[in-house]
């Protein structure tokens, strides 16, 4: 009891103790997994290291950092990389059509948006490999389809012809990540302010007209919120090219920037190069959201 009295008048809880210890953990874990291997990262990327340790490790300065610049396939990477991208400005338009048709009276819209949002939520790894079967070339559902039509199945080898390896990749991107937008603009559209609609109706707007200057600037701030993320995971985009393909897919179309970095540092073990890579990639996204940030001043409305 007098400990519990000095703690008190120290301003020492036993739910003060309990709540750092909780918030302790994840920093912790920050701490061990991000802070120091980002460190190492920086250091790294500045010496020359064979494998995973430093033994034999020289310092050389930014000619890691060079040698990734003069490399023809990191540039091959990135091209390859925006292509996927695609799929991000894809998903927006058809994750806000459809959240605008199912905000309206139609039966059974909570269960399309469940349907719509699993997914989501499924393995990246177990979804990549169910569209691996269903492009599989001699006995895929696709392909068996094109050949009820009367096409050759051998014409579409959907996984070893660079033309169709990344909009099958884009398509498998569309169908995975629509029903997070789906749920974010449902939400927004239920928080438009109905008197606006009515005033627009008494000025004789049309539907199209009120969802133009009404809808769209009043739902801004999710559709940003979406693009920024979006972005961000397209030039992080790995486990799809790499599972379908681990050899990079039909000259190397498959791969990203971070398949890149992989394969410097897991495949040749030139860990300097693969750091020099990853320290590119995020000056890259912060260059590319601070970018969005400024721009959003222009479209992104949050006054309700």
């Avoid at 012809?161 to 909009?167: A, G, K, Q």
């Avoid at 890149?260 to 300097?272: A, I, K, Q, V, W």
Wanted: proline share 3%; charged share 10%.
């Amino acid at each position: 009891m007098y400990l519990d009295k000095v703690h008190k008048k120290k301003g020492v809880t036993k739910e003060g103790v309990a709540g750092f210890f909780m918030s302790f953990i994840p920093v912790l874990g920050f701490l061990i997994f991000g802070l120091i291997p980002m460190l190492l990262a920086i250091i790294m990327a500045f010496m020359n290291i064979r494998g995973f340790n430093f033994n034999g490790a020289t310092w050389v300065g930014f000619n890691n950092f060079i040698e990734v610049l003069h490399d023809d396939m990191f540039w091959q990477s990135i091209v390859n990389t925006l292509y996927m991208s695609v799929s991000t400005f894809i998903n927006i338009a058809l994750s806000l059509i459809i959240a605008f048709l199912l905000s309206k009276n139609i039966k059974g819209k909570k269960v399309f948006r469940t349907i719509y949002f699993v997914p989501y939520v499924c393995s990246v790894a177990a979804i990549t490999l169910m569209w691996t079967w269903i492009f599989n070339t001699r006995f895929g559902v696709v392909n068996n389809i094109l050949k009820s039509w009367g096409m050759d199945p051998q014409d579409f080898d959907w996984f070893n012809d660079e033309d169709l390896f990344i909009p099958v990749l884009i398509l498998m991107g569309v169908w995975s990540g629509t029903g997070y937008g789906i749920i974010l603009y449902s939400a927004a559209l239920t928080n438009v302010n109905s008197a606006l609609y009515e005033a627009a109706k008494v000025d004789g707007a049309n539907s199209f007209k009120s969802f133009l200057h009404i809808t769209l600037p009043a739902i801004s701030p999710t559709t940003f919120y979406l693009l920024i993320m979006g972005i961000i995971g397209a030039l992080q985009e790995f486990a799809r090219p790499q599972i379908i393909s681990s050899s990079g897919g039909p000259n190397n179309v498959g791969v990203t920037v971070v398949f890149y970095l992989y394969r410097r540092g897991f495949t040749y073990f030139e860990m300097g190069p693969a750091s020099a890579t990853a320290w590119l990639l995020a000056l890259a996204i912060v260059f590319v959201t601070i970018i969005n940030f400024v721009v959003s001043k222009l479209w992104v409305n949050y006054d309700n």
